[in-house]
């Protein structure tokens, strides 16, 4: 049964869905009046903004089963919602006013961290940099990093199976996890907090959830990977000519530092001065322009001046090979945050200067230079004048190759005469090299109906078969990620 099927059921009983929920929460945890409503109803982004007949907050995993349970019960559809960071409207409800948003920021304990197995458990409402302290008291690391790690959720961050900066030696979240508890749409918990590195018994039901964004169930707690904490991180700065010289870069890194490279960050010459012209006090940090700025870092277990002289060794070498031509290593923690504030700082500043046309998309590590170089000329041509904000992880394949308009155009006429071009310019390059329109920020709502036209029948059939197995009722977050079995 389709979406609309349920809609049309739900709406004589919303009120009553609503009165079952407070008796549940209580009434001071059941939103409804829009001024209460309005935070979580628009993205991050402001591109989505729908209607919810409430905006639910349960304490527990126990409560959000109940919620399920009723919403089942009264046909309701729920979008589940951590720190409403996302990038692609997956946690934003329609425009019907019908569905109901379950934000899970309550669930917010830690449940237990234990050393000797490195591994911490906690709620899906937690946020990340919490999760980070909390491992630093420990003496630990946990790997994920992003720009939103202040206020976005794990919770969110396995929806969407987010990427961030550590990727190259730490893996996506899907790496850095080992169980998981959810609600399923029937309001059953199934408890997986299964803190093992080997359970070879039966299907992979973590991985499964990880990355649904929520369709197939609500993910209410995690069991999560600490890697001991690194003695030292030594970040470096490296001017290159091009895109093939970083990859050149990339593999000479990789050769002298092993697994100590731990951040390899890609940043074209327009977008470090797009953070100088909206952020003065963030300076360029080299005398002459280069095409390219790389962004790397080591983590060292044995001791500061083993990094260091790695690093030497490595920048020697490159800049003897006529790959790097100009590099400067942070001499210390503020000169080493300033060098990451110049990479976080590039989707600020591309906010400052007017709306844009943004692409998560991955392709082959060894394809990037050849995409970077191929697909800026075609966007030349159909837009002569766009500005290429490029910039991301070199190290895993995924760029964020995204669109300004011309200096002195108007931002929102440009999308208006240019983005669906672009897209399906990009798209079609991005299929071309085998890559993904999606590498770390979700398809939601924004890329739902993009990302089906670029799979196989099959795969379609067998994500559709998925969805109508765990979910039949269409209820979990209709609308994201597949689109409903006819």
């Not at 692409?359 to 800026?376: A, C, K, L, N």
Request: glycine share 8%; hydrophobic share 45%.
């Amino acid at each position: 049964m389709n979406a609309s099927a349920h809609t049309a059921t739900a709406r004589p009983s919303r009120s009553a869905f609503v009165a079952a929920c407070a008796e549940v929460l209580g009434a001071a945890h059941v939103l409804t009046d829009p001024h209460d409503t309005a935070p979580f109803l628009t993205d991050w982004r402001g591109r989505y903004t729908g209607e919810a007949c409430a905006v639910l907050l349960p304490a527990n995993t126990e409560q959000v089963a109940a919620v399920v349970r009723l919403a089942r019960e009264y046909r309701v559809a729920t979008v589940p919602q951590g720190g409403n960071t996302g990038l692609a409207g997956g946690a934003t409800p329609d425009a019907s006013g019908l569905q109901a948003v379950v934000s899970l920021k309550r669930l917010n304990r830690i449940r237990g961290v234990d050393p000797h197995n490195n591994t911490i458990t906690v709620e899906a409402g937690v946020v990340l940099a919490e999760i980070q302290a909390r491992a630093a008291a420990e003496q630990r690391l946990f790997a994920l990093s992003l720009a939103a790690e202040g206020s976005c959720t794990i919770g969110g961050n396995l929806s969407t199976n987010a990427g961030g900066t550590g990727v190259l030696r730490y893996g996506n979240t899907r790496e850095l996890c080992l169980g998981l508890e959810v609600v399923t749409p029937h309001g059953e918990i199934w408890d997986g907090l299964r803190a093992l590195r080997k359970d070879n018994t039966g299907y992979d039901l973590r991985d499964l959830y990880i990355g649904a964004e929520g369709t197939l169930g609500i993910i209410t707690a995690a069991v999560m990977k600490l890697h001991p904490a690194p003695v030292a991180q030594v970040t470096a700065l490296a001017g290159l000519a091009s895109p093939h010289a970083a990859l050149d870069f990339l593999a000479m890194a990789q050769r002298h530092a092993g697994a100590l490279l731990t951040g390899f960050e890609l940043m074209s010459d327009f977008s470090l001065r797009l953070v100088g012209r909206h952020f003065g006090q963030m300076r360029y940090p080299f005398a002459e322009p280069h095409a390219q700025t790389v962004l790397l870092e080591l983590s060292d277990s044995e001791s500061e001046a083993h990094a260091r002289t790695l690093f030497e060794r490595l920048m020697e070498e490159a800049i003897e090979a006529g790959i790097v031509e100009d590099a400067v290593v942070a001499e210390n923690l503020a000169q080493s945050r300033a060098f990451w504030d110049l990479r976080e700082h590039i989707p600020l500043a591309q906010a400052e200067e007017g709306l844009n046309i943004k692409q998560d998309i991955s392709v082959p590590i060894s394809s990037i230079g050849r995409f970077i170089e191929e697909t800026d000329a075609l966007i030349a041509q159909a837009a002569p004048g766009a500005r290429m904000v490029t910039f991301g992880h070199l190290g895993d394949g995924n760029l964020h190759y995204n669109v300004q308009a011309p200096e002195g155009v108007d931002p929102q006429a440009f999308l208006a005469g240019y983005q669906k071009r672009i897209n399906a310019l990009v798209y079609e390059q991005v299929h071309a090299h085998r890559g993904s329109i999606s590498a770390e920020h979700g398809l939601g709502q924004l890329k739902v109906n993009e990302a089906m036209r670029y799979k196989s029948p099959v795969e379609v059939r067998l994500m559709q078969t998925i969805k109508a197995a765990l979910d039949p009722e269409n209820l979990m977050n209709p609308g994201k990620v597949v689109p409903a079995r006819d």
